[in-house]
């Protein structure tokens, strides 16, 4: 916090110099105010978490232009599997085929979103309970799940995704048998 030497001397000399107690009082509450709002730090969480919320309202209203409009051009997907990754125009695309193939509907609830600064960047992370509803078979699934974004700017710029994709298989009704019992 870095407070000019100059202001303090005026108040100071305000201080010194006004004889009237009540309005002594008025300038140090006035001094007071003005130091603790120019020590507030720009704190984008507010807006972050925001945007975080609209992204996922975007995800369950199958809104792609508002996906688009949240996602950075340089945006990366990560997850869940080590190896998964996907940019902005794959990202887009994929959800576009996996409504018009595969879900029928996608729902967030008890999404809790918690926003922290980094020496990377400033992030938001996303825990739900994630449920999704499959197309012909109307089979449902439910799993937690975590998202964990990047923003710069106002935009996603990478997210990282974590959740049981075995979990998700087994309610499909998938079956995993090792190899070696074949």
């Not at 990478?158 to 048998?177: C, P, R």
């Amino acid at each position: 916090m870095k407070i000019h030497i100059g202001i303090i001397k005026i108040i100071v000399f305000l201080l010194h110099h006004v004889k009237d107690i009540k309005m002594k009082k008025l300038i140090l509450v006035v001094f007071v105010v003005g130091l603790l709002s120019s020590c507030t730090p720009n704190d984008p969480s507010k807006e972050n978490v925001l945007l975080i919320q609209n992204y996922i309202q975007a995800v369950e209203n199958l809104d792609y232009d508002a996906m688009s409009n949240i996602l950075d051009d340089s945006y990366v997907g990560i997850g869940p599997s080590r190896g998964d990754s996907i940019h902005k125009e794959q990202a887009i695309m994929n959800w576009k085929s996996n409504v018009e193939n595969l879900y029928e509907k996608i729902s967030y609830s008890k999404s809790q979103n918690i926003a922290v600064k980094t020496p990377e960047g400033e992030w938001v992370s996303n825990w739900s309970d994630l449920t999704i509803v499959y197309k012909g078979s109307n089979k449902t699934i439910s799993i937690l799940a975590n998202t964990v974004y990047q923003i710069k700017n106002g935009k996603i710029v990478k997210s990282l995704t974590f959740y049981n994709e075995a979990d998700a298989l087994e309610q499909l009704g998938y079956v995993f048998i090792n190899p070696e019992d074949l």
